[in-house]
């Protein structure tokens, strides 16, 4: 399976919209425009959200569809990955039949959302239709809680071993959703004791997304990065649009992930 990508741009997110940034691309025009100029700043993959007319987060199949088309023509060599994220909206049950009816080569799934029901029998169902359709799952993760959950599923069968990807959320639910570096070696070295060999990520919110995520990559993960999280320089400037957070992260990266 393919593995994570080194950067992936995550250029909007499910709440932002052009009022917080002019650069937030909320169409899907608007959305290739940046993928592409963010792959010219050195990101390998995007992670995808699509907005209605309005500019609200939508998990719509048909805006993906076009979307994904889009990405392909445009973008051939580009790892793409849908979220399935909630965002106070949607239940574990509509996120499921997105992804059973898209079947997108790759997704990333907030375990703690798709697991609200707690039944394991549908848990065990929807992950084995995954790999069955080779669809490249990113577990995302926000705390030890959720790195527990997910070594217990994989433990029980529920979840495969192999290909096992997942993402580190760094701040999302702290004080004034801020990071820090020496946030990342706690988490990563549970996940990683907890889940030998899995493929990982980190990305982190605030001023200090760029060094949390070199920091990341020094540890051996691969890095999110984008308006999603976070629009400042590590100087402090505001970016003027992702691929420049892109290009600063990716002037760093090298060296580390040779």
């Known amino acids: 399976m393919t593995p ?7 250029p909007n997110g499910a709440r932002l919209t052009r009022t917080d940034h002019p650069a937030i691309p909320v169409t899907i025009a608007e959305t290739v425009t940046c993928a592409l100029a963010c792959q010219k700043a050195g990101a390998d993959g ?3 959200h699509v907005r209605d007319a309005d500019q609200r987060h939508v998990l719509d199949a048909g805006l993906y569809r076009e979307l994904l088309a889009e990405l392909a023509r445009a973008a051939p060599d580009l790892y793409v990955q849908i979220t399935s994220e909630a965002a106070g909206i949607y239940g574990p049950d509509t996120q499921r039949r997105l992804i059973e009816e898209l079947r997108p080569k790759a997704v990333s799934v907030a375990l703690r959302e798709i697991t609200a029901d707690q039944d394991s029998a549908v848990t065990r169902r929807f992950f084995a239709m995954c790999v069955e359709a080779d669809i490249a799952v990113q577990h995302i993760l926000y705390d030890a809680s959720d790195i527990t959950h997910l070594a217990r599923l994989v433990a029980a069968g529920d979840v ?29 070295n549970r996940l990683t004791s907890a889940l030998p060999g899995i493929d990982w990520s980190a990305c982190a919110f605030g001023a200090q997304e760029t060094a949390c ?8 993960g691969k890095t999110r990065i984008g308006f999603e999280n976070n629009r400042l320089n590590a100087d402090g400037s505001t970016a003027s649009d992702n691929a420049e957070r892109v290009a600063e992260l990716a002037a760093l990266l090298p060296p580390l992930l040779a």
């Open 46 to 48: 995007l992670h995808a």
């Open 213 to 220: 995520l070199v920091e990341a990559a020094r540890l051996g």
């Open 4 to 10: 994570l990508p080194r950067i992936m741009v995550a």
């Open 160 to 188: 495969a071993r192999d290909g096992l990807k997942a993402i580190i959320v760094l701040g999302r639910y702290t004080p004034g959703q801020v990071s820090a570096p020496a946030d990342v070696a706690t988490i990563a």
